[in-house]
């Protein structure tokens, strides 16, 4: 069953065309990367894809009925979650306050605090800690897990391996495949191959706010010079 998804959709910063009839769609249960170089157009697609940006053309379809005209705090209760690039961790409050909001903000489920801190469990060590004293990787779990913790059906990651050294990264790629085995969908955006090979199941290349290629990561492997070229700077 088709999750989420895009039909056929321009968006305009002003009078510049972002994205040019970006067609694209999330299964249930599936990992999908959206890969690019920097100011490709992913980020404008996920906040699309969220109700943060308008289309002026075609439609976003949530399980095959039309959401076009739904708002961000509506899509978010029908279950589509969002990892911003920049994380926004309430930097004052302790990892545990910050874990406590999204459990407030989000709907029932399976995700709880505990199983975030079986998954991640430097963050039960830092529980009381303040947000701005842990270090990036420890952030980025912290926004993966406030996202697991309103139960989404599919979480929108944007760059969340951007910047982390490897040992990190290794971490975040094994948490993200346990949460996607237990059934949550993933939509994963990043600037190079890296992580879309280990953890996607099928990617979209994206380019000037157009998708310029898609398949799944077999076909990519395949394929890997001519992807090569389309995302490097
Ligand atoms: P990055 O890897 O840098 O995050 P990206 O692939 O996510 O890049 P977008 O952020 O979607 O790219 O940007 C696509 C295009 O839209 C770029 O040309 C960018 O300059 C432009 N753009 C993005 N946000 C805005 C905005 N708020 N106002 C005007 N132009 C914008």
Known sequence: ??????????????????LHRVSMEIEAGEVVSLIGRNGAGKSTILKTLIGLNFATR????????????LRADQLGRLGIAYVPEDRRIFANLSVEENLRIATVMGRRGAWNAGRVYDLFPVLRERAAQPGDTLSGGEQQMLAISRGLLTNPEVLLLDEPTEGLAPLIVDQL????RLVNVEGMALLLVE???????????????????????????????????????????
């Not at 790629?173 to 993200?176: K, R, Y």
Request: one cysteine or more; charged letters at 25%.
């Open 1 to 18: 069953m088709t999750l989420l998804a895009l039909d056929g959709c321009d968006v305009f910063y002003g009078k510049a065309q972002a």
């Open 58 to 69: 075609g439609r976003r379809l949530w399980k095959g009925g039309d959401v076009t005209a």
């Open 173 to 176: 790629v094994e948490a993200m």
């Open 191 to 233: 600037q190079n191959l890296r992580v879309p090979m280990k953890l996607a199941h099928r990617q979209y290349v994206i380019d000037h706010g157009t998708i310029r290629w898609s398949g799944t990561t077999a076909e990519l492997q395949a394929n890997r010079g001519e992807i090569e070229k389309l995302i490097s700077v």
